[in-house]
T-cell receptor
Framework: DQQVKQNSPSLSVQEGRISILNCDYT??????FLWYKKYPAEGPTFLIS?????DKNEDGRFTVFLNKSAKHLSLHIVPSQPGDSAVYFC??????????FGQGTRLTINP | DGGITQSPKYLFRKEGQNVTLSCEQN?????MYWYRQDPGQGLRLIYY???????QKGDIAEGYSVSREKKESFPLTVTSAQKNPTAFYLC???????????FGSGTRLTVV
């Protein structure tokens, strides 16, 4: 039972344009949602998070939007840069600190 | 610098052999976790431990075992009972909130 889903395995975006990564979830009890960035052969690094009581959180070029009624969140990267090329994982957490991850989306930024 | 160390980075084993992956943290975190990454399946939780001498099964614990004798260490043993052990294994630790959730750099295990 996949509680967090990233339905796009890959995404290709032109440098300087907006990258939009999507994530859907099924458990309405999740408290926080997080995005992680992962390079090959490395551990994921925390990017940005959003509380379930908010609908938007912004940090520099990264903005996360949460639509609770649709059980959907998205990560916007503007402008996209070559260093943003990585695998992005959406994750959710409920109470007891266990993170539940989506399958990941591989983002490629083209020059 | 505080961090979480996984060793070795690459590991090769013959089928039928048990193998132990090391995970050490000097962040003074109470909780530690083991995840497995497979292509197209994201990160799946194997085992986790919230305090010393206590651990719980995650979503895919079959064929794995862990111990938590020290706060700093959470080794994972991949036993011969694990049907598809070849994967990328990630260890993580947390002080009790997600902001401090820190991952190691991973161990790629290949069973031949």
């Amino acid at each position: 039972d996949q509680q967090v889903k990233q339905n796009s395995p890959s995404l290709s975006v032109q440098e300087g344009r907006i990258s939009i990564l999507n994530c859907d979830y099924t458990n309405s009890m999740f408290d926080y949602f997080l995005w992680y960035k992962k390079y090959p052969a490395e551990g994921p690094t925390f990017l940005i998070s959003i509380s379930s009581i908010k609908d938007k959180n912004e940090d520099g070029r990264f903005t996360v939007f949460l639509n609770k009624s649709a059980k959907h969140l998205s990560l916007h990267i503007v402008p996209s840069q070559p260093g943003d090329s990585a695998v992005y994982f959406c994750a959710a957490i409920q109470g007891a600190q266990k993170l539940v991850f989506g399958q990941g989306t591989r983002l490629t930024i083209n020059p | 610098d505080g961090g979480i160390t996984q060793s070795p980075k690459y590991l090769f084993r013959k089928e039928g052999q048990n193998v132990t992956l090391s995970c050490e943290q000097n962040l003074n975190h109470d909780a530690m976790y083991w995840y497995r990454q497979d292509p197209g399946q994201g990160l799946r939780l194997i085992y986790y431990s919230q305090i010393v001498n206590d651990f719980q099964k995650g979503d895919i614990a079959e064929g794995y075992s862990v111990s938590r004798e020290k706060k700093e260490s959470f080794p994972l043993t991949v036993t011969s009972a694990q049907k598809n052990p070849t994967a990328f294994y990630l260890c993580a630790s947390s002080p009790g909130n997600f902001y401090g959730y820190t991952f190691g750099s991973g161990t790629r295990l290949t069973v031949v």
